[in-house]
C-alpha cells in the first residue's frame, strides 16, 4: 500500500487532467514576455485578487523576497511575525540578500500581531533607526485564518502611519474557502500579495505575486536577478490556471478530512489537538510519548512531521478512505 503522506500539502502529483492542460499549452519564451500562457495566468490572477498586474514566480520564498525587496531599500525594515514564513523559514533572505532589517513582533495564538505590538514597533524619523517601512502579514498562518475584521485595522495602521502592507498567502485559498470570503475580500487590503499554486491548489511549483503595475515592474527585475527568469514556463502555468479553476473549492474537502482527523485523534491520553481551521492538524504529545514516533508512523506508512508537536496536512492526494487508514495508525501509534 501506498503510505499516506501528511507531511505537507506540496507533496501532491499533478492530476491526469492538470497533465493534459501543461501539455497542451501554447508556449513562449518568458523572459522575452512571450509565453501566452505565463501572460494568461499574470493577468488572470491579477484580476482575481484584485490588483493591475502579477508575475509568475518559481517559488512562494522568491516571490515573497521580490516583494520585500520591491516595497524596502537597503536600510529600511519590515514589521513581521516572529513565527512568520518569510521571517523564519526563508533563510532570512530579507536581512541577506535585501539589506532590510527584519522587525520581528510576537505571533498571538490566533496567528494575528498585537495592533499596539505594530504601532510600538514603528520607528520614528530619526538617524538612529532604520526606516520602517511595511507590514507583512500571513494568511493562513499555521492553518489558521485571520479574522477580517483584524487585516482591516492592522492594514489600516500600517496605512495610516505610512507602510505598504504585504500578504503572504502561500495558503490564501485556504483561508477564503475556510472563511467563505472571495479571496479578492482578504486582498482588498493589501499593497501586494503573494500566493502558491504548489501548495493546496497542487500544481508541482509556481507561486505569483500581484500588486500594481509599477510596483511589478520592480520586483520583475528583482526576480531576474534571483534568477527566477524562467523560460517555456507555461508548461507551469497552465498547471496553475488549471488549479485556479478546478482545485480551489475541492479546498473543503481537505479542510473537511482535517477536521475529521483531528475529531479521531481527540481524547488519547498525553494527544491534545486543536480543531483546525483549514488543512493543518496540530497534534501536542505530552512529554513521555516515545521521541521515535515520526519514524513510528512512517513504518507503518503514515507520514508526518515534527517531535512533540506532530504536524498532519490534508490536501488533495489524501482521501476520506485514506484518512479513515491514518487515523487507526495514529491512534495505535499514539496510545
Ligand atoms: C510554503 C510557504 C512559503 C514558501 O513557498 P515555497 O514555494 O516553498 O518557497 C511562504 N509562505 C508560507 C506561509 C508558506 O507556507
Known amino acids: 500500500m501506498n503510505p499516506i503522506d501528511l507531511r505537507s500539502d506540496t507533496v501532491t502529483r499533478p492530476t491526469p487532467a492538470m497533465w493534459d492542460a501543461m501539455r497542451a499549452a501554447p508556449l513562449g519564451d518568458d523572459v522575452f514576455g512571450d509565453d501566452p500562457t505565463v501572460n494568461a495566468l499574470q493577468a488572470r490572477i491579477a484580476a482575481d485578487l484584485g490588483f493591475e498586474a502579477a508575475l509568475f514566480m518559481p517559488t512562494g520564498t522568491q516571490s515573497n ?27 532570512g533572505g530579507a536581512a541577506v540578500l535585501g539589506s532590510i532589517q527584519p522587525q520581528p513582533v510576537a505571533n498571538q495564538s490566533d496567528g494575528t500581531l498585537a495592533l499596539a505590538d505594530i504601532e510600538a ?89 500581484c500588486g500594481s503595475r509599477e510596483f511589478i515592474a520592480r520586483a520583475h527585475r528583482w526576480r531576474k536577478m534571483a534568477g527566477g527568469g524562467m523560460r517555456q514556463s507555461g508548461v507551469l502555468a497552465a498547471a496553475a490556471l488549471y488549479a485556479l479553476d478546478h482545485h480551489v473549492e475541492r479546498l473543503a474537502m481537505d479542510h473537511a478530512n482535517a477536521g475529521r482527523l483531528a475529531e479521531g485523534l481527540q481524547g488519547l491520553a498525553g494527544v491534545t489537538v486543536a480543531i483546525p ?33 506532530l504536524r498532519l496536512v490534508t490536501h488533495l492526494d ?3 478512505d485514506d484518512i479513515e487508514r491514518a487515523l487507526a495508525v495514529l491512534r495505535a501509534t499514539l496510545s
Request: charged share 20%.
Open 65 to 91: 523576497l521580490c516583494a520585500l525587496m520591491s516595497h524596502c531599500q537597503r536600510g529600511d525594515e519590515y514589521i513581521v511575525g516572529q513565527m512568520a514564513h518569510t521571517y523564519r523559514w526563508e533563510g
Open 121 to 209: 514597533a514603528i520607528k520614528p524619523d530619526d538617524a538612529h533607526f532604520a526606516r520602517t517601512r511595511l507590514l507583512a502579514l500571513e494568511n493562513t498562518w499555521g492553518g489558521q485564518v485571520l479574522p477580517l475584521p483584524y487585516i482591516e485595522a492592522a492594514t489600516g495602521l500600517a496605512r495610516r502611519r505610512g507602510l505598504a502592507a504585504h500578504l503572504d498567502g502561500a495558503r490564501l485559498y485556504n483561508a477564503a474557502v475556510a472563511s467563505g470570503a472571495p479571496a479578492r475580500e482578504i486582498t482588498r487590503h493589501f499593497d501586494s500579495v503573494s500566493v502558491c499554486f504548489s501548495k493546496g491548489l497542487g500544481t508541482p511549483a509556481g507561486s505569483a505575486l
Open 277 to 309: 481551521q483549514s488543512n493543518i492538524v496540530f497534534v501536542d504529545l505530552a512529554p513521555d510519548k516515545p521521541r521515535d514516533l515520526v519514524e513510528r508512523l512512517r513504518s507503518r506508512g503514515v507520514l508526518v512531521t515534527g517531535l512533540y508537536r
Open 318 to 320: 489524501v482521501g476520506a
